[in-house]
C-alpha cells in the first residue's frame, strides 16, 4: 500500500465539482481511499481520519490524496487528471441560459459545432482570411468560395492547412461534393458503393468539375468525391499546394478507385510535381488538362474506359424542323454562365470558325474592345463571334452570380435577338444545388422572344448545353423540355452542344449572297 | 492544435459564413448548418490615427496579421503565460522604498500625459499628492508649481509594474501592494484603495482627503504589512476566482473579495501587536469599503498582462488603461508601445446631484480587469450590478457571449457557474476586435470633470477602436516576409 499525498497551489474548483472528481479517483480499481478537496480545516481532518498523514496546508491548496498499491495510484491519479481536464473542458463553447447571440466568427461556431468536419467561407474575399484560419486552427477543412482573396493569403492559408492536417479549398472553388453532399454549386451525384469503381475528382475548375462529374454520372459511373482547389492552385507560386493534398487525400480513401486531376494548364514545374504524385499513387490516376486538345465530354468517355464502363450516346434534344448543318448565316454568340464552360466552347468552336472574341479570350489579340464588355449589356454589335463568360468578375462585382440572377443574360439574350448579324446564339444552363431553382423560367420565354423577332430571311437558332443530371432538384428532363419547346437544341454535353453550333454556322456562304457577317 | 476532422465522412453538420443561399442549398441536401452571423470588418475613417494610412490600408494590414504564421502559437502562447500567473500578495509597503520614488516624483494611471492635456481629476489628484508629500501649503501653489513642473516628474504607473485606479496617482509616501508570481519572480505593485466618495483616486483633495492618506500611511499601510508578514503570502487569484464566483465581477463589484480578503489577514492582524482601536478601525475601513480588494485585483492583472508581453507575432492585449484624456493598449507582439486613442465618455448612473454634463472622459488603470478576463469580461456572472450599469441579465449574458468573441482563451481559474463554469473569457486579440467590430466592455467609475469633485457614477465604456486599427497596423511592420511570395 502506498499514500500518495499532494498539495497543487492555485488550482481552484468549487466543492461540489471536487466532489465529482474525488468519485472519479476513489472508484479507480485498486484504490482503497481517496480524497482530493480544498485543504480547507474539515477537509484536512477528513483526510487524516482516513490516516493520511497531510502536510501543512491552506484553504487555497487543492489536497490530493490517494491510497492503494503503486499501479492504482497511478491509475488514481491518471483518473484524477482526466476528471480535472474534464471539468475544465465540460463548459468550453457554453451559452448559459436563455437566447444567446448567434456565432460572429467561425471559431465561436466551431465550438457549438464540434462535429462539424468542413467550414464553407462565402464571405468578401478581403475578410476571408481571419475566418478560414478560425477553421484552420479548430482542425476544421475549408472551402473557399469567395475570390479576390490576396495570392499570399491563399499561400499562407494553405500553408497553415498543411501544418494543422486540413484541406483549404479554393479560394475561388465554386464547387465540392464530399461524402454525398454538394457545396456551392454541384449536382446530385449517384452514390458510390452500387458496383463499379468510384471516381474521385480533384479539380481547379468549379463548372469544369460540374460538367465532368455529370457526364461520368450519366454514363453510370459513381464519383465519390468531388474536391475542389482553386484555379491558382497549379500556378507557380501555389505550387499545388492544396491538389497534391487533395489527391493524397483520394489516394488513402477506400471508396475512390480512380482519381482523376481537372485543371487548365498548370506551370510546367508544377505540372511535373503533380504527374511525379500522381505516379507514386497507389490509385489509378487520370490527368485531364483543359485547353490541351480534347474536351471535357472525351476526357468522361476516357475515364469511363479506364473504369470499363461503355459511353453512352449523351443525351440531346433536337427540335423539329432545326436547320440542317452549314445551312445557317451569321455569328456565334455564345452567353455562358459556366467560365470552363465558355473556354471550352472557345476550344471547340474556333477551329471550325475562326476567330472567336471574349472577356475571357483564348489569346489577348481576342480580348474585347475596350469598353465593349464593361457595361451591364455589353455592346457586341459588328464584333463576329462572340462568346462572353457572365461570371467574370467585371459582371459580377457588386450582384450575384448568373447562375443565381439571370438578369445580365436576359439582356445579352435580348441584345442578340435584335442583332440579325448573329446567327446562333450558345447559352450553357447549370443545374444542381446552389443554381436557379427554375432556369428556363425566365430563359426559354427570353429565348423564344429572341427567336420570333427574327424573319424568315434573318432566322435566329439557339442552342443550349444543359449541365446536369437527372437527380438534380431542378428536374432535368423538364428544364430540357421548356427549352426545346422555346426552340432549342439542347444537349447534355457542353461540346457537343458547341460542336453542334459551329456546324449551323460552318458551310461558306453562298456565291453571290452578301454575308450578313462583318 | 486541435486535431482534424475526418474530410471524407464528414457528418451531417456544416459551418456557413457568407451567402445564405448556400446554407440554404446545404439545408435543402438535409445538412445540419451552423450559420455564422458575419460581418464584414468595417473602418470608419473617424477611427484611422492621423497619417494611419486608409481603410484599405488597415484591412490588408489585418491579412497581414491573420496571414503570419507565426500568430496563432505566439498567440496561444501570450495567452497561455497570461492565465499560468498565480499572484501572491507578499508585502505592504511604502511606494518610495518599493518603487524607488523621491519627493517630486509622481506616477500616474494611463498612457503618458503632461500637465498642459491632464484633466480635471487627474490634475486634482496630482494637487492631492502635492499636499500629501507636503509639496505645496494649498492647492494653488501645488497647480503653480505642477503647471511649471520644475522638480516635478510624470510617468505611466504601467511603466514602473504598477497599476493605479482611476487617475491612479501614487508617490513616495503613499503605501502599496507588493504581489509576485512565484513562477516567475515577477512583481506588481497597487496603491490601497481609499474607499468611496471624496477620494484621491477621483480628483478630490479636500483636507479630509488628504487626513485619510495620511491615516493610510501611518496606520493601515503598516498594519497590513504586519498581518501579511504574519499570515504568510495570500493567494490573489484564488481569491479572484472564488469571488467571481460569487458574483464579483471583480471591477466595479468587489465586495465577495474584499471579505475573503479581511477573513484572510484578520488573525495576523489580531496577533501584531497593534492596539485593538486600530485593529477595529481598519476592519471596519475595510469592512465597510467594498472596493478595497479592487487594488489587489489591479496588480494581479498586472501580472498577467506582463506575463503575456513581449512575444514577437502575438497579438494579444496586454494592458489598456486611460489617463482621463487618452485611452491606451499594449499589445504582445509589440511589446512598450502604446496605441492610443481619445478616452470616450462612460454611459450609466450617476451619483445624486450629478450629471452627465458633471462626467470626466474615461480613466484610470483598471480596465486592466478587463485585460485579464473579468471586470467587464464577465458581466454574466455578475447580475448583481448589471442593473448598476443598466441593463438586463440576458443583456449580461450577451455581453460576456460577444467577449469569447474577441478572446484568445477561456482561463477556468476564473470559471462562470451560470454558464457551466466555462472559463472566463482571457486574452483579448486586436485582431478580433478588428474582425468583429466588437470592442472590449469595461466596467467604470466615473470622475467629476472638475478637479476636487471626486466620483459622480459608475458605468459602462468602450475604448476607441483606433487603439486597436493603429495597433494592427503597427503589427504588420513587424510581420517577416512570406518567403517565395511576390515582394518578399
Known sequence: MTDHITLRRGVYHDSVTLLRISRAVADTPGVTAAQVAMATPLNVELAVQQGFSVPPAGPDDLLVAVRGDDDAVRAGLAALQDALAAADRASVGARGVGATPAPRTVRAATREAPDAAIVLLSVPGAAVTGEAMDAIAAGRHVMIFSDNVPLSDEIALKDAGARAGVLVMGPDCGTAVIGGVGLGFANVLRAPGSGGTAVGLVAASGTGAQQLSSLLDEAGVAVSHVL???????????????????????????????????????????????????????????????GEGGDLTTAAEQVCA????????????????????????????????????????????????????????????LALPVGAGAGRVPDLAGLGHVVLDLGDDAFTAGRPHPMIDPSVRLGQIAAAGADPAVGVLLVDVVLGHGADPDPAGSLAPALRTAVTARDATHPLTVVVSLCGTGGDPQDRGAQASALLEAGAAVFVSNAEAARYAA???AAPTPAGTPSEAP | MTSPRDLLSPGPSVITAGIDLLAQALRDQAVEVTAVDFRPPTVDPDDLAGGAGDADAVLA?????????????????????MTAVRAQLVDVLPAGQALGLRPGEFLHAGPPITWARASGPMRGALIGAMLLEGLAGDADEAEAKLAAGEGISLSPCHDHHTVGPMAGVVSPSMWVFRLVDPESGAEAYCSLNEGLGKVLRYGAYAPEVIERLRWMSRVLGPALAAAVRTTGPVDITAIVGQMVQMGDEGHNRNRAGTLMFLRQILPGLVTSGLLADDIAEIAAF????????????????????????????ATVVTAMCRNGTDFGIRVSGTGDRWFTGPARYPQGLFLAGFGPDDANPDIGDSAITETMGIGGMVMAGAPAIVRLVGGSVPDALATTA????????????????ILEFRGSPTGIDVTRVLRTGILPQINTGMAGRVAGTGQVGAGLVTPPMQCFTAAVLALAELVPPVPGTPGA
Do not use: Q
Request: with cysteine; glycine share 10%.
Open chain 1, 228 to 290: 475542389g482547389v482553386g484555379g491558382r492552385d497549379l500556378s507557380r507560386e501555389v505550387g499545388g499546394r492544396s491538389t497534391l493534398a487533395a489527391l493524397a487525400l483520394l489516394d488513402a480513401d477506400p471508396a475512390t478507385g480512380h482519381v482523376v486531376v481537372l485543371s487548365k494548364p498548370p506551370h510546367p514545374a508544377v505540372a511535373d510535381t503533380v504527374r511525379a504524385a500522381a505516379r507514386s499513387a497507389r490509385t489509378p490516376v487520370s490527368t485531364v488538362l483543359l
Open chain 1, 306 to 365: 479506364a473504369v470499363g464502363v461503355s459511353v453512352p450516346d449523351w443525351p440531346r434534344w433536337i427540335p423539329d424542323g432545326a436547320p440542317t448543318p452549314g445551312s445557317v448565316r451569321g455569328v456565334l454568340r455564345g452567353l455562358f454562365a459556366g467560365g470552363t464552360l465558355a473556354d471550352e466552347a472557345m476550344l471547340v468552336t474556333g477551329p471550325v470558325l475562326g476567330d472567336i472574341r471574349s472577356n475571357i479570350p483564348l489569346r489577348p489579340a
Open chain 1, 503 to 505: 456546324g449551323l454556322l
Open chain 2, 61 to 81: 494590414a489585418l491579412a497581414t496579421v491573420l496571414a503570419d504564421p507565426r500568430r496563432a502559437a505566439a498567440t496561444a502562447e501570450a495567452a497561455r503565460r
Open chain 2, 286 to 313: 475595510l469592512g465597510a469599503n467594498d472596493h478595497f480588494f479592487l487594488n489587489l485585483v489591479m496588480p494581479c492583472g498586472k501580472l498577467m498582462g506582463d506575463a503575456a508581453a513581449g512575444v514577437p507575432g
Open chain 2, 402 to 417: 460577444r467577449m469569447y468573441e474577441i478572446t484568445e482563451t477561456e482561463n477556468p481559474a476564473f470559471a462562470l457557474p
